[in-house]
C-alpha cells in the first residue's frame, strides 16, 4: 500500500512540474483580480470610516470570501476552457499546503472579533490594538507562508512572492508602526500595499512575462 502512494504522489509531483507554465498563466488573472479587490477595499473601508475592531474584521472577512469566490470561478474557467477536471490530485496538493496559515489567520481574526470592543477608538482596550496593528500584520505572515508551501508545487515566483510577505511583515512587527499614523489609517495601509498593490503587481508582472515568453 505504501508503495502505491509513494506511486501516486511521485506522480502528482511530476504532473505539477509540467504544468509549471500553465499555472504560471493562470495566476495572472487572479493575482490580478485579487489585487483589484485588495486595492478597491482598501480605499472604500477607510474612506468609508470602517473602524471600529469588529467592523474592520467583518469587512475583511468579507472581501476574503469575494476574492476566494472570485478566483475559484477563474480557475474553474480555466479548467473546463483547458478540458482538465477541476478537484484534480495537483489542486488538492497545493489546497494542503496552503490551508494550516490561512485557517490559522481565520481562527485567530475570529478570536480577536469576539475579544475586541465595537466601539472605535477604545485605546485602553488591548484587544483594540490587537485587532487594527497587529492582526494586519499577522494576516499577512500568515499569507506569505500560505504562498511559500504552494511554491513548492507551482513556479519558484510563488516561494519569492511568499517569502515577500513574511519578511516584510515580521519587518513592520519589528520596527513598530509610526507614531504619526492613525491606527485605522495604519491598517487600512497594510491591507492595501499586501493584498491590493502587491497582488496587482504580481499579476501584470506575469502577464507581460508570459506574453514576452509566447512572443518568443
Known sequence: MESNWAAEHLQVIRTLMERSAVYRRALAPIMTYNGAVGTVAAI????????????????????????????????????????????????????????????????????????????????????????????????????????????FFMPRGMRLFGWTFVVAGCALFAVGIPDQLQRVDAAYGIMGVFFGAMHLAYGVYLYFTEQHRNET
Not at 472581501?63 to 482538465?84: D, H, N, P, T, Y
Request: glycine share 12%; with cysteine.
Open 44 to 151: 472604500f473601508g477607510w474612506s468609508r470610516k470602517i473602524d471600529s475592531p469588529r467592523g474592520f474584521i467583518a469587512f475583511w472577512a468579507c472581501v476574503a470570501a469575494i476574492a476566494m469566490g472570485g478566483s475559484f470561478l477563474l480557475v474553474r474557467r480555466q479548467a473546463l476552457k483547458a478540458g482538465e477536471p477541476f478537484w484534480s490530485p495537483p489542486t488538492r496538493r497545493i489546497t494542503q499546503a496552503m490551508l494550516p496559515p490561512l485557517t490559522a489567520g481565520m481562527i485567530v481574526g475570529a478570536v480577536i472579533f469576539f475579544q475586541a470592543a465595537s466601539e472605535p477608538g477604545n485605546i485602553g482596550n488591548i484587544s483594540n490594538v490587537l485587532a487594527m496593528l497587529w492582526l494586519p500584520l499577522g494576516w499577512v505572515v500568515l499569507y506569505g507562508c500560505a504562498f511559500h508551501a504552494a511554491g
